[in-house]
């Protein structure tokens, strides 16, 4: 997949079929209309392109409170797209300058003019432009002037999936993490550059990556314990166990941590920067009187996990 930041004179994509949208999760209901844009690329010998911003609308028109909560970063957006199958992915930088751009011109300035487009796919209740008041009638409207396609994702298919990134974040928020990756279609992701902590986990032999998170507004799951798959750079990957929280076993601080213990490792990670796939919740984080008390629980949560990894196989 090839990205695009920018869109000057010589840029040019064969034939684009094209959407619209921020496509935060890449869940279900965004995949089926990837699915289409690549059946249309082939039947047209084009290609498949999402036209999205960055950053996030909400985050630059309402910048005090916006109180967005992501569901991928950049990159784990864009590894998503692409293993999609998706061809191009162009990001715009919205800014409050470009928010007032009419729906009108929005289509005829870039669509048009800069992409050429050959097809616009949406779902029937598609809005866009300044204060969101393009919609599909005016697409179609705009397509009889100027001789491109309009395909329509009819409101049975999209109310059928019945799929939202609100509905994945209320998920991942209440702590279902099965609910959040069936509409995801697969494992949540977290990721992060390992760094150096108290290495408490040593010493009551659990040690730990400590997960420094590289986006503030990524979402961060209900806390507790999570079965994980972690995943490194160099293609490695370990069955491990993360809690999510505070530690208040050990800490008075209000630090939230991330902690991921990964079963049958040795070594370090420092520096690395990783991706943890969250699996299934195991408990809630829990506070215990003395390191014993806490020793002996990871030690039950390892049992549950390894059982849950040698049913999976």
Do not use: W
């Not at 921020?22 to 999402?50: P, Y």
């Not at 928010?99 to 809005?127: M, P």
């Not at 702590?175 to 040593?202: C, M």
């Amino acid at each position: 997949m090839e990205i695009h930041h920018q869109l000057d004179q010589s840029f040019h994509i064969p034939n684009p079929i094209l959407t619209i949208g921020t496509f935060d999760g890449v869940h279900l209901g965004h995949q089926k209309i990837i699915s289409r844009l690549n059946e249309e690329a082939q039947k047209h010998q084009g290609s498949s392109v999402l036209f999205t911003f960055h950053p996030h609308p909400r985050m630059v028109l309402n910048p005090e409170n916006h109180g967005l909560q992501l569901l991928q970063t950049q990159e784990e957006k864009m590894a998503k797209l692409e293993r999609n199958g998706l061809d191009h992915t162009i990001i715009y930088p919205f800014t409050k300058d470009f928010a007032q751009t009419q729906a009108s011109d929005f289509v005829t300035r870039f669509l048009i003019e800069k992409l050429g487009v050959h097809t616009i796919v949406v779902g029937y209740d598609h809005q866009f432009g300044k204060n969101r008041e393009g919609s599909l009638e005016q697409l179609i409207e705009l397509s009889g002037k100027h001789g491109f396609r309009v395909i329509e994702i009819p409101a049975h298919e999209i109310d059928e999936i019945n799929i939202s990134s609100t509905k994945i974040r209320q998920a991942l928020l209440s702590g279902d993490i099965d609910t959040a990756n069936k509409f995801l279609n697969e494992a949540y992701e977290i990721s992060g550059i390992v760094e150096k902590g108290r290495q408490l986990g040593r010493e009551i032999g659990f040690p730990t990556a400590n997960l420094q998170l590289t986006d503030p507004n990524k979402l961060i799951p209900k806390h507790g314990v999570y079965a994980v798959r972690v995943k490194r750079k160099n293609g490695t990957a370990f069955d491990g166990m993360m809690n999510i929280g505070f530690k208040p076993s050990v800490s008075t601080e209000k630090k939230l941590s991330c902690e991921v213990h990964l079963l049958d490792f040795e070594g370090d990670l420092y520096d690395e920067n990783i991706s943890v796939s969250l699996l299934k919740r195991i408990r809630d984080e829990q506070r215990f009187e003395n390191l014993q008390g806490l020793r002996e629980q990871i030690a039950q949560d390892e049992g549950l996990i390894r059982s849950f990894f040698a049913a999976s196989l």
